[in-house]
């Protein structure tokens, strides 16, 4: 059986050289440079910026033993380490699950639960909610926190992470992955309010 091959993405009538948001974002990255792509929390990203942070979270991710295919998850309002996070996952092949944030109890260990997440990154607002999850869930989770020095003040931080961690120079390059436009890329949950998370 042949793989279904997908028609080219046509941008002014042009097929685009990417079927995939890192290849998108590599692609910017090298037609606009240092222009600004984002400002997220009064903090301007260029195009350049953006995706030489994304290549080191997904190479950090890759030495952490996260594979293509694995669930990479989050838990945080809107930062530019969201982003980075989203992309850099796609980068080596795994699959980003941004959760809702006001998830907690129940709904936020089914979530991660059926997720089957190897990695959360939480920011500090969300992070004493790990603290609630059954142990089974946090064996074998890793756990980065988006806060300074990835310590959030007044809870134990045992088991996590700065994601500075992440944005440090990697010990290996990216790990050579083939994205292709059939490749799940994110999944996506409902939030909750009339059930478990969907």
Same mark, same amino acid.
């Given at each position: 059986?042949?793989?279904?091959?997908?028609?080219?993405?046509?941008?002014?009538?042009?097929?685009?050289?990417?079927?995939?948001?890192?290849?998108?974002?590599?692609?910017?990255?090298?037609?606009?440079?240092?222009?600004?792509?984002?400002?997220?929390?009064?903090?301007?990203?260029?195009?350049?910026?953006? !995706?030489? +942070?994304?290549?080191?979270?997904?190479?950090?991710? &890759? /030495?952490? %033993? @996260?594979?293509? =295919?694995?669930?990479? $998850?989050?838990?945080?309002?809107?930062?530019?380490?969201?982003?980075?996070?989203?992309?850099?996952?796609?980068?080596?092949?795994?699959?980003?699950?941004?959760?809702?944030?006001?998830?907690?109890?129940?709904?936020?260990?089914?979530?991660?639960?059926?997720?089957?997440?190897?990695?959360?990154?939480?920011?500090?607002?969300?992070?004493?909610?790990?603290?609630?999850?059954?142990? !089974?869930? +946090?064996?074998?989770?890793?756990?980065?926190?988006? &806060? /300074?020095? %990835? @310590?959030?003040? =007044?809870?134990?931080? $045992?088991?996590?992470?700065?994601?500075?961690?992440?944005?440090?120079?990697?010990?290996?390059?990216?790990?050579?992955?083939?994205?292709?436009?059939?490749?799940?890329?994110?999944?996506?949950?409902?939030?909750?309010?009339?059930?478990?998370?969907?």
């Amino acid at each position: 059986m042949n793989p279904q091959v997908l028609p080219p993405i046509l941008v002014k009538g042009r097929p685009a050289p990417w079927h995939d948001a890192p290849a998108l974002l590599r692609d910017k990255a090298l037609q606009h440079g240092d222009k600004i792509f984002c400002v997220i929390d009064g903090r301007g990203l260029s195009y350049v910026e953006l !995706d030489r +942070l994304c290549d080191r979270v997904g190479a950090n991710l &890759a /030495a952490a %033993g @996260v594979c293509e =295919g694995d669930c990479v $998850a989050s838990m945080m309002f809107n930062c530019a380490e969201q982003l980075c996070g989203w992309i850099g996952a796609n980068r080596i092949g795994a699959i980003w699950a941004p959760f809702n944030a006001s998830l907690a109890g129940d709904d936020f260990a089914y979530t991660l639960r059926d997720s089957g997440a190897r990695v959360l990154i939480v920011d500090g607002e969300n992070a004493p909610k790990i603290a609630t999850l059954p142990n !089974d869930l +946090l064996t074998g989770l890793r756990v980065y926190v988006v &806060a /300074a020095g %990835g @310590v959030v003040p =007044g809870h134990g931080a $045992a088991g996590t992470e700065p994601f500075d961690r992440l944005l440090a120079e990697p010990p290996a390059p990216l790990p050579a992955v083939r994205l292709g436009p059939d490749m799940p890329a994110m999944v996506l949950y409902s939030g909750g309010t009339t059930g478990m998370p969907k």
